[in-house]
């Protein structure tokens, strides 16, 4: 697709892959059955997705298996694996139009974001994995003189990754990337709610070279195909992002089947700590509302609770409503729209009860708390901050996954550490400070896989990205990606 200027227009010529890629193939469920899949934009269908079932779990494991066996990628020279990747990331950065479309359609985040984000960065992370592929090196052990100890790092085989809705292709591409770029196999399992741009990208792996069986997606609910992938015999590996909830239940699988290594990116409730001696408040009011409201606050990085100083917390909050106001829902087609729908109905539903146990609660609510733009058949949210929360309210505790704000306050930096520890997540937490000490004892002190500094926004490819507690285990991008994908062996040879 050429460069679209118009996406209503271009949405009507496109060609939804609706059935499941197995060994290079687009087939049907073997059972014939199929799901809607339905467009929060206004909520019309779009296609009948395949809804695949533990039969086609195992299809797919076999032709992963035998691609695997037959070393035609886990032994190709990496030069080799290489050029195959960045041809894959080049033909997505070709149709990064239309898989930014696809996205859109079918999650509802605006054109912006899907544009300008979510598929530059599924083409970047393929395109980071394969130029480091052949720049990691093995081990040589200390020797004793009697001999030589190798240490070999092997792709495990079949991988399974089940990810989420909120960034359909980008969380796929987390552990695509380094999963093939390792020599491994892979099967994804897409959200039920966001299968069509991983369907599509297949076929684009399969014209770059990738051998048959290499790469296969297979659509469906997690209770069947999800749970199918975790429970079966052959997988070798298992990397879930999704709740934490979910997320136990593939320890769970794994150690009821053949203890397959488990990865997990699960929730978070991030903690976003405003100092009183703040340097800049506008950019820190500014970094809070996009901290929550970007892709309408369904990011699990989510700045969710806003810790703020006492002294500060009037006018700082002022200045969030402020920007806030300007990321009301719009049509996701619309190119200026900053922010597009809630996933589905049932995810609006559940953002809009929590909204009202704020209340019930006691919170005050400051700003937004309703669904708008009902005439558009979609299910949008307002941007809504809630006032005097304490730490304990459900609203404060518990992931909403929506555009939902809690404000809470600190007296001192001990106190603010103190809250923002006080839950069961770790994936993330922010602060703001003009005093370097504070902000290094902050970030020491902070229980989160990744503190940021005077940023809601910080990292990239670059940094390994995971939780402490219970956000989960095993990092996505950053060489420390390849490990989940890998096994070491040691190979020790006796010289004579
Ligand atoms: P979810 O846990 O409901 O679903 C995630 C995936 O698991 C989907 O593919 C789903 O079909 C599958 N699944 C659901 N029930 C299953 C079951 N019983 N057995 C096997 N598979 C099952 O999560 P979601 O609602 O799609 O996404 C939102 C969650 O994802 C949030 O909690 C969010 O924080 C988390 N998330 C985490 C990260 C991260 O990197 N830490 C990134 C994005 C999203």
Known sequence: ????????????ELDYRHQAFINNDYVDAASGATFDCVSPVDGQVLTQVASCDAED????????????ESGAWADLAVAKRKRVLLKFADLISDHADELALLETLDMGKPISSSRGGDIPGVAGSVRWFAEAIDKIYDEIGPSDGKGLGLITREPLGVVGAVVPWNFPLLMAAWKFAPALAAGNSIIIKPAEQSPLTALRVAELAAEAGLPAGVFNVVPGFGETAGQALGRHMDVNALAFTGSTEVGKLFLKYSGESNMKMVSLECGGKSPNIIMEDTEDLDVAAREAAMGIFYNSGQVCVAASRLLVHENIRESFLEKVAEFGATMEPGDPLDNATQQGSMVDENQMNRVLQYIDKGKSEGAKLAMGGSQ???????????PTIFDQVSNDMTIAQEEIFGPVLSTITFKDPEEALKIANDTIYGLRANVWTSNVNTAHKMAKALKAGTVNINTTDGGDITMPFGGFKQSGFGRDNSLHAIDKYCQLKSTYIRIT
């Open 57 to 68: 779990i195992d299809r797919a494991v076999r032709a992963a298996r035998a691609a695997f």
């Open 372 to 382: 708008v733009r009902q005439n558009s058949g979609g299910y949008y949210i307002e």
């Open 1 to 12: 697709m050429a460069v679209a200027e118009n996406w209503k227009e271009k949405s009507s």
